[in-house]
Protein backbone atom coordinates (compact mmCIF):
# COMPACT_ATOMS: atom_id res chain seq x y z
CA UNK A 1 0.00 0.00 0.00
CA UNK A 2 1.21 3.54 -0.78
CA UNK A 3 0.80 5.94 2.28
CA UNK A 4 -1.19 9.60 1.52
CA UNK A 5 0.84 12.54 2.26
CA UNK A 6 -0.67 15.56 3.40
CA UNK A 7 -2.30 16.65 0.51
CA UNK A 8 -3.39 13.67 -0.22
CA UNK A 9 -5.41 12.73 2.77
CA UNK A 10 -6.25 16.78 2.09
CA UNK A 11 -8.13 15.66 -0.85
CA UNK A 12 -9.63 12.24 0.51
CA UNK A 13 -11.43 14.41 3.31
CA UNK A 14 -13.21 16.74 0.64
CA UNK A 15 -13.76 13.90 -1.64
CA UNK A 16 -15.45 12.00 1.52
CA UNK A 17 -17.54 15.36 2.23
CA UNK A 18 -18.89 15.14 -1.96
CA UNK A 19 -19.37 11.27 -1.09
CA UNK A 20 -21.67 11.58 1.63
CA UNK A 21 -23.40 14.81 -0.12
CA UNK A 22 -24.20 12.46 -2.89
CA UNK A 23 -25.55 9.46 -0.63
CA UNK A 24 -28.00 12.05 1.60
CA UNK A 25 -29.06 12.87 -1.79
CA UNK A 26 -29.89 9.35 -2.66
CA UNK A 27 -31.13 8.31 0.19
CA UNK A 28 -33.99 11.07 0.17
CA UNK A 29 -35.14 10.04 -3.13
CA UNK A 30 -35.62 6.00 -1.89
CA UNK A 31 -39.48 5.17 -1.64
CA UNK A 32 -41.86 2.62 -2.17
CA UNK A 33 -41.91 2.93 -6.42
CA UNK A 34 -38.71 3.96 -7.40
CA UNK A 35 -36.41 2.13 -9.58
CA UNK A 36 -32.93 1.44 -8.81
CA UNK A 37 -32.14 3.10 -12.21
CA UNK A 38 -33.76 6.13 -11.01
CA UNK A 39 -31.29 5.84 -8.15
CA UNK A 40 -28.13 5.80 -10.43
CA UNK A 41 -29.13 8.48 -12.03
CA UNK A 42 -29.33 10.93 -9.21
CA UNK A 43 -26.16 9.75 -8.04
CA UNK A 44 -24.38 9.75 -11.36
CA UNK A 45 -25.92 13.67 -11.50
CA UNK A 46 -25.22 14.47 -8.22
CA UNK A 47 -21.35 13.13 -8.65
CA UNK A 48 -20.48 15.48 -11.82
CA UNK A 49 -22.40 18.31 -10.40
CA UNK A 50 -20.01 18.41 -7.49
CA UNK A 51 -17.31 18.05 -10.11
CA UNK A 52 -15.88 14.58 -9.35
CA UNK A 53 -16.11 11.55 -11.35
CA UNK A 54 -18.43 7.96 -10.27
CA UNK A 55 -15.71 5.56 -10.16
CA UNK A 56 -18.00 2.40 -9.95
CA UNK A 57 -18.89 2.70 -13.83
CA UNK A 58 -16.60 1.15 -16.11
CA UNK A 59 -15.00 -0.63 -13.33
CA UNK A 60 -13.11 -4.13 -13.98
CA UNK A 61 -13.66 -3.02 -18.24
CA UNK A 62 -9.88 -4.31 -18.08
CA UNK A 63 -11.31 -7.52 -17.44
CA UNK A 64 -13.86 -7.69 -19.97
CA UNK A 65 -16.85 -6.51 -17.71
CA UNK A 66 -17.14 -3.36 -17.09
CA UNK A 67 -20.43 -2.34 -13.67
CA UNK A 68 -22.41 -0.54 -16.16
CA UNK A 69 -23.90 1.92 -13.25
CA UNK A 70 -21.90 4.79 -10.70
CA UNK A 71 -23.56 2.97 -7.81
CA UNK A 72 -24.46 -0.35 -6.23
CA UNK A 73 -28.24 -1.11 -5.34
CA UNK A 74 -28.72 -4.70 -3.37
CA UNK A 75 -32.14 -5.59 -2.02
CA UNK A 76 -33.11 -8.00 0.63
CA UNK A 77 -30.99 -11.29 0.26
CA UNK A 78 -28.68 -9.51 -2.30
CA UNK A 79 -25.58 -8.76 -0.10
CA UNK A 80 -23.33 -6.22 -2.65
CA UNK A 81 -22.94 -5.44 -6.03
CA UNK A 82 -27.03 -5.30 -7.27
CA UNK A 83 -26.92 -3.65 -10.63
CA UNK A 84 -29.18 -0.94 -11.31
CA UNK A 85 -32.09 -1.35 -13.34
CA UNK A 86 -35.49 0.03 -14.73
CA UNK A 87 -37.43 -3.01 -13.99
CA UNK A 88 -36.14 -3.18 -10.13
CA UNK A 89 -38.31 -1.28 -8.22
CA UNK A 90 -38.07 -0.87 -4.49
CA UNK A 91 -40.68 -1.73 -2.56
CA UNK A 92 -42.58 -1.11 0.84
CA UNK A 93 -40.76 -3.09 3.49
CA UNK A 94 -36.96 -3.69 1.59
CA UNK A 95 -33.71 -3.75 3.03
CA UNK A 96 -31.95 -0.92 0.21
CA UNK A 97 -28.05 -1.29 0.31
CA UNK A 98 -26.69 1.79 -1.81
CA UNK A 99 -22.87 1.25 -2.29
CA UNK A 100 -20.97 4.21 -4.14
CA UNK A 101 -17.27 5.88 -4.66
CA UNK A 102 -15.97 8.91 -6.75
CA UNK A 103 -12.97 10.56 -7.19
CA UNK A 104 -12.35 13.92 -6.31
CA UNK A 105 -8.88 16.15 -7.04
CA UNK A 106 -7.46 12.44 -7.87
CA UNK A 107 -8.63 10.61 -4.65
CA UNK A 108 -11.20 8.15 -4.29
CA UNK A 109 -13.53 7.56 -1.67
CA UNK A 110 -16.45 4.61 -1.09
CA UNK A 111 -18.91 4.40 1.05
CA UNK A 112 -22.36 2.33 1.54
CA UNK A 113 -25.43 2.22 3.80
CA UNK A 114 -28.21 0.40 4.28
CA UNK A 115 -32.05 2.05 4.21
CA UNK A 116 -35.01 -0.22 5.96
CA UNK A 117 -37.52 0.77 3.73
CA UNK A 118 -40.96 1.80 6.02
CA UNK A 119 -42.25 -1.41 7.94
CA UNK A 120 -39.81 -4.13 8.60
CA UNK A 121 -39.80 -6.69 11.14
CA UNK A 122 -37.80 -6.04 14.38
CA UNK A 123 -35.28 -8.85 13.11
CA UNK A 124 -34.26 -6.80 9.46
CA UNK A 125 -34.52 -3.71 11.98
CA UNK A 126 -32.14 -5.31 14.02
CA UNK A 127 -29.90 -6.45 11.30
CA UNK A 128 -29.61 -2.72 10.12
CA UNK A 129 -28.55 -1.84 13.60
CA UNK A 130 -26.00 -4.28 14.65
CA UNK A 131 -24.21 -4.28 11.39
CA UNK A 132 -23.82 -0.19 11.59
CA UNK A 133 -22.93 -0.61 15.27
CA UNK A 134 -20.24 -3.78 14.26
CA UNK A 135 -18.52 -1.39 11.95
CA UNK A 136 -18.58 1.63 14.24
CA UNK A 137 -17.08 -0.85 17.31
CA UNK A 138 -14.32 -1.93 14.50
CA UNK A 139 -12.95 1.99 13.19
CA UNK A 140 -13.42 2.54 17.14
CA UNK A 141 -10.48 -0.39 17.65
CA UNK A 142 -8.17 1.02 14.96
CA UNK A 143 -4.74 3.07 16.43
CA UNK A 144 -1.77 3.94 14.54
CA UNK A 145 0.53 1.16 15.18
CA UNK A 146 -2.67 -1.22 16.38
CA UNK A 147 -3.70 -4.52 14.31
CA UNK A 148 -5.84 -5.48 11.35
CA UNK A 149 -7.04 -8.51 13.57
CA UNK A 150 -8.36 -5.54 16.68
CA UNK A 151 -10.67 -4.72 14.13
CA UNK A 152 -11.70 -8.02 13.01
CA UNK A 153 -12.45 -8.93 16.20
CA UNK A 154 -14.29 -6.15 17.14
CA UNK A 155 -16.70 -6.30 14.48
CA UNK A 156 -16.76 -10.33 14.46
CA UNK A 157 -18.00 -10.05 18.08
CA UNK A 158 -20.79 -7.70 17.92
CA UNK A 159 -22.25 -9.53 14.81
CA UNK A 160 -21.79 -13.17 16.89
CA UNK A 161 -23.08 -11.56 19.95
CA UNK A 162 -25.97 -10.73 18.57
CA UNK A 163 -26.78 -13.60 16.39
CA UNK A 164 -25.49 -12.46 13.22
CA UNK A 165 -22.89 -13.85 11.36
CA UNK A 166 -20.14 -12.26 9.19
CA UNK A 167 -19.59 -12.34 5.87
CA UNK A 168 -15.90 -13.98 4.77
CA UNK A 169 -15.86 -14.38 1.18
CA UNK A 170 -15.95 -10.45 1.02
CA UNK A 171 -13.85 -7.68 2.66
CA UNK A 172 -13.01 -3.88 3.33
CA UNK A 173 -9.84 -2.63 1.56
CA UNK A 174 -7.08 0.12 1.12
CA UNK A 175 -8.43 2.96 -0.89
CA UNK A 176 -7.26 6.49 -2.02
CA UNK A 177 -5.55 6.18 -5.33
CA UNK A 178 -7.73 3.88 -6.70
CA UNK A 179 -10.95 1.81 -6.04
CA UNK A 180 -9.49 -1.07 -4.42
CA UNK A 181 -5.95 -1.25 -3.15
CA UNK A 182 -4.18 -3.60 -0.48
CA UNK A 183 -4.33 -4.26 2.45
CA UNK A 184 -7.68 -6.57 2.14
CA UNK A 185 -9.42 -5.91 5.22
CA UNK A 186 -11.28 -9.17 6.57
CA UNK A 187 -14.14 -8.29 8.99
CA UNK A 188 -13.65 -11.42 10.94
CA UNK A 189 -10.92 -13.16 12.58
CA UNK A 190 -9.08 -16.53 11.36
CA UNK A 191 -5.69 -18.44 12.15
CA UNK A 192 -3.20 -17.31 9.73
CA UNK A 193 -4.81 -14.29 8.80
CA UNK A 194 -2.11 -11.74 7.21
CA UNK A 195 -1.84 -9.21 10.48
CA UNK A 196 -1.49 -5.81 9.13
CA UNK A 197 -0.39 -2.85 11.39
CA UNK A 198 -2.16 0.41 10.61
CA UNK A 199 -0.04 3.33 9.77
CA UNK A 200 0.18 7.08 9.53
CA UNK A 201 -1.42 7.81 5.92
CA UNK A 202 -3.39 5.01 5.19
CA UNK A 203 -6.40 5.06 3.71
CA UNK A 204 -9.06 1.98 4.44
CA UNK A 205 -13.09 1.36 3.37
CA UNK A 206 -13.96 -0.68 6.36
CA UNK A 207 -17.38 -2.53 5.53
CA UNK A 208 -18.70 -5.22 7.19
CA UNK A 209 -21.82 -7.37 5.55
CA UNK A 210 -23.56 -9.23 7.81
CA UNK A 211 -26.52 -11.63 7.06
CA UNK A 212 -29.43 -13.21 9.05
CA UNK A 213 -28.29 -16.78 8.18
CA UNK A 214 -25.21 -18.29 7.45
CA UNK A 215 -21.89 -16.80 6.31
CA UNK A 216 -22.38 -18.26 3.37
CA UNK A 217 -22.58 -16.21 -0.46
CA UNK A 218 -22.92 -17.18 -4.04
CA UNK A 219 -21.96 -15.34 -7.03
CA UNK A 220 -24.77 -14.68 -9.65
CA UNK A 221 -25.01 -15.49 -13.24
CA UNK A 222 -24.02 -11.84 -14.05
CA UNK A 223 -20.90 -12.11 -12.45
CA UNK A 224 -21.61 -9.24 -10.39
CA UNK A 225 -24.06 -9.90 -7.57
CA UNK A 226 -23.48 -11.62 -4.30
CA UNK A 227 -26.86 -12.99 -2.66
CA UNK A 228 -27.05 -15.19 0.53
CA UNK A 229 -26.85 -18.84 0.14
CA UNK A 230 -30.11 -19.22 2.11
CA UNK A 231 -31.73 -16.92 1.15
CA UNK A 232 -31.39 -14.78 4.10
CA UNK A 233 -31.12 -10.66 4.46
CA UNK A 234 -28.51 -9.04 4.68
CA UNK A 235 -26.92 -5.69 5.69
CA UNK A 236 -24.20 -3.52 4.67
CA UNK A 237 -22.05 -0.39 5.83
CA UNK A 238 -19.45 1.22 4.91
CA UNK A 239 -16.70 4.32 5.45
CA UNK A 240 -13.91 5.95 4.24
CA UNK A 241 -11.23 6.07 7.34
CA UNK A 242 -7.83 7.80 6.93
CA UNK A 243 -5.22 7.41 9.20
CA UNK A 244 -2.99 10.57 10.73
CA UNK A 245 -0.96 11.83 13.09
CA UNK A 246 -4.17 13.10 15.22
CA UNK A 247 -5.69 9.79 15.31
CA UNK A 248 -8.56 8.01 12.63
CA UNK A 249 -11.13 10.16 11.42
CA UNK A 250 -14.07 8.86 9.19
CA UNK A 251 -14.06 11.17 6.12
CA UNK A 252 -17.50 10.08 5.13
CA UNK A 253 -19.19 10.79 8.21
CA UNK A 254 -19.97 14.14 9.15
CA UNK A 255 -18.00 15.38 12.23
CA UNK A 256 -16.63 11.95 13.03
Known amino acids: ????????????????KRLEMVMRKVAEAIRPGVSTAELDALAEQTIRKLESEPVFK??????????????????????VHGIPRKERVVREGDLVKIDMG????GMVTDM??????????DEAARLVRVTEESLLRGVSAVKVGGRL???????QHHVEE???????????????????????????????????????????????MVNVGGYEVR??????????????????????????????????????
Open 1 to 16: MQLKNKAQMDSLRESG
Open 102 to 105: LRFQ
Open 149 to 155: SDYAKAV
Open 162 to 208: NGFSVVRDLVGHGVGFELHELPRIPNYFFSGMKDAIFRVGMAVAFEP
Open 112 to 121: ARTFALGDVS
Open 58 to 79: GYGEEYGKPFPASICTSINDEV
Open 219 to 256: LGKDGWVFTTEDGSLSAHFEDTVIITDHGIEIVTRSGK
